[in-house]
Structures are given as structure tokens and as C-alpha cells.
């Protein structure tokens, strides 16, 4: 079952212009984790978020985390061509260990 | 240190046939994962080994869908009698209790059956 629903499914934007996308999940989490992913093979780690943190930041990246709402959004400041990828969230269901990941969205940044 | 790694990095078949695809966790790494991406149906969980305990096969799509961790390190997942819907990226990914939650993926083996 796919948990993580993001939206937007698809954002353009120009070259040094931020990045925001966001998901939402439907159960209790221990974590959510936000992963890249280029020309649809291996993903990337980016950033890990716990249940009891509100924002997380890592380089040009922020992380959020409302836990009330079941949502959380990402951040990428001061966009590059380099980010051009596709973005999942992934929450672990109800603190199982596999990943429950949402379809993505799909990010070009416009030199 | 190396990654993950997976073989074929493609794989070609006829309906029908059976297919292994292997992945070569992290050396040290306790857990390792298999999940599918399928175009347009994001990525999903298939199975996930955890020491010696046994196997969390809940994603499993049917009964032609089976995997193995030998010595607690290599994994083979084996396909019988492959179908078109079959066709898909196999992503293999492998964790330790350091690195709590964070998974380390490979590149992955693109399946194509035809």
C-alpha cells in the first residue's frame, strides 16, 4: 500500500529558485525519511525526520513535520540544475522497519 | 566502502521464464529489503530480512515471488513463470541498528518481460 501521498506529482522551476514539496501519510510513524532518486534507479538518502521533531535541516535542505496534520514538506533552497530528480517521501507504518513510500514528485530545475 | 550492489543492472525475458536477481548488501548490514517500482505505481515493498529472524514476506505479490539471504549476506529473489506486469525496477536495500532507519539502496535490476 502506498501510505505517502505528495504533491505536487510534478514542479518546474528555475535555477536558483526553492523548492517545496509535500506529503502526507495516513498512520502513526516512528520516522519519515525523504529519499531523491535520479533517472528512475538507486534512490538517495537525504534527510531523516523522528515522530517527536518538528524541522530538520541539512545543508540547502529543510524538513518539516506536522504529526497533527500527518504531513511533512521539503525544502531545497537555492535550486541547481544537480537537483533535477524525482523526490519520495517514505514513513515506516506503524514503526514497521520496510518503507512505505509515496509516488513522488518529479523535480526540474531550469538552468 | 562499497555500496550496494545488484546484478544484471538489466534483465531480459521471455513470458514464462524464470528470472534471479541478486543483491550484495553493505558488508555488516543486519537487514536488507527488496522493493518493486513499477511505472506508475512508486515503489512498493516486497520482503525484508532481519538476521536470522524470519523473513517479513507481506509484500509479496503471489506465490511465483520468492526470496532467499543466504549467510545473512547475499540475496537472491527469484521470479517463476514471469509475467508482463512482471516488468519493473527491483530495488534492493540493506540497513544496520546504527543507522536507525536510514536504508542504503542499490542501483537496481530493470526487468523486462516480454
Known amino acids: 500500500s502506498q501510505q505517502g501521498e505528495e504533491d505536487p506529482q510534478a514542479l518546474s522551476i528555475q535555477e536558483g529558485e526553492n523548492a517545496t514539496m509535500n506529503c502526507s501519510y495516513k498512520?502513526?510513524?516512528?520516522?519519515l525519511q525523504w529519499y531523491r532518486q535520479n533517472s528512475g534507479r538507486g534512490l538517495v538518502h537525504l534527510i531523516l525526520?523522528?515522530?517527536?521533531?518538528r524541522e530538520k535541516h541539512s545543508g540547502r535542505l529543510r524538513v518539516t513535520l506536522d504529526t497533527s496534520k500527518k504531513s511533512s514538506s521539503l525544502l531545497i533552497t537555492a535550486s541547481r540544475a544537480a537537483d533535477t530528480a524525482s523526490y519520495f517521501c517514505a514513513t515506516d507504518e506503524g514503526g514497521a522497519q520496510k518503507l512505505v513510500f509515496g509516488q513522488g514528485t518529479r523535480l526540474t530545475i531550469n538552468p | 566502502g562499497a555500496g550496494v550492489s545488484q546484478s544484471p543492472s538489466n534483465k531480459v525475458t521471455e513470458k514464462g521464464k524464470d528470472v534471479e536477481l541478486r543483491c550484495d548488501p553493505i558488508?555488516?548490514?543486519?537487514?536488507l529489503y527488496w522493493y518493486r517500482q513499477s511505472l506508475g505505481q512508486g515503489l512498493e515493498f516486497l520482503i525484508y530480512f532481519q538476521g536470522n529472524s524470519a523473513p517479513d514476506k507481506s509484500g509479496l505479490p503471489s506465490d511465483r515471488f520468492s526470496a532467499e539471504r543466504t549467510g545473512g549476506s547475499v540475496s537472491t529473489l527469484t521470479i517463476q513463470r514471469t509475467q508482463q506486469e512482471d516488468s519493473a525496477v527491483y530495488l534492493c536495500?540493506?540497513?544496520?541498528?546504527?543507522?536507525?532507519?536510514?536504508?542504503?539502496f542499490g542501483p537496481g535490476t530493470r526487468l523486462t518481460v516480454l
Open positions: 525526520i523522528r515522530s517527536n521533531e
Open positions: 558488508s555488516g548490514h543486519t537487514a
Open positions: 498512520t502513526s510513524i516512528n520516522n
Open positions: 536495500a540493506s540497513s544496520s541498528r546504527q543507522t536507525i532507519g536510514e536504508q542504503f
